[in-house]
């Protein structure tokens, strides 16, 4: 069974700082790895895609890489602003299914 | 539509009524998932869809639990004599195929079972 492990669970950090969110994966035979963010209370908002080809994806301040055969997967945030805060989960999909842990908690500080 | 809607976005039922939670994906998705996230938890897979069939059912925690879906469009997952341990927030996602295309997630359903 896919183990999805999230490092750290929780970061604060100043505005304007650029951090970066750890994924790591047991199973490295996926198909592709989806990053999401979920806002309290709501439901989960799609980043970025990453195909089991590519090794990285960009979207607008937000930069995804991934290393398959390490199972390791890091989601850079440049310039981080308040708006940014809420918890960031990566979910690497295998079979019919994408899988989840829980996530990294975000609180951007203006 | 322009998203994956979901309803209702609250329910409250009593202990051991049935309930049924309702999806609408993207036009045009041919794939539809189910998860479930219990509080401070991940999201637990439930099911699959592709198109009309739900090849794979294997997340279902009970037989309590079934789902159906119908035109290729709307689906409806019915827990059945509720418990509070089904108290969470039940979640369906939709993409255009299957497993190399992304994901779009609904607002969710919070069922309290009291």
């Known amino acids: 069974k896919q183990e999805v492990t999230q490092i750290p669970a929780a970061l604060s950090v100043p505005e304007g700082e650029n951090l970066v969110l750890n994924c790591s994966f047991t199973d490295s035979a996926i198909y592709n790895l989806q990053w999401f963010r979920q806002d309290p209370g709501k439901g989960l908002t799609s980043l970025l895609l990453i195909q089991s080809s590519q090794r990285e994806q960009t979207s607008g301040r937000l930069n995804a890489s991934l290393d398959k055969s390490s199972g390791r997967s890091t989601l850079y945030i440049a310039a981080s602003q308040p708006g940014d805060s809420a918890t960031y989960l990566c979910?690497?999909?295998?079979?019919?299914?994408?899988?989840f842990g829980t996530g990294t908690s975000l609180t951007v500080i203006p | 539509g322009a998203g994956v809607s979901q309803s209702p976005s609250n329910k409250v039922t009593e202990k051991g009524k049935d309930v049924e939670l309702r999806c609408d994906p993207i036009s045009g998705h041919t794939a539809l998932y189910w998860y479930r996230q219990r509080l401070g938890q991940g999201l637990e897979f439930l099911i699959y869809f592709q198109g009309n069939s739900a090849p794979d059912k294997s997340g279902l925690p009970s037989d309590r639990f079934s789902a159906e879906r119908t035109g290729e469009s709307v689906s409806t997952l019915t827990i059945q004599r509720t418990q509070q341990e089904d108290s969470a927030v039940y979640l369906c996602a939709s993409s255009t195929r299957t497993q190399h295309t992304e994901a779009f997630f609904g607002q969710g359903t919070r069922l309290t079972v009291v």
């Open positions: 979910a690497p999909s295998r079979g019919n299914q994408f899988y």
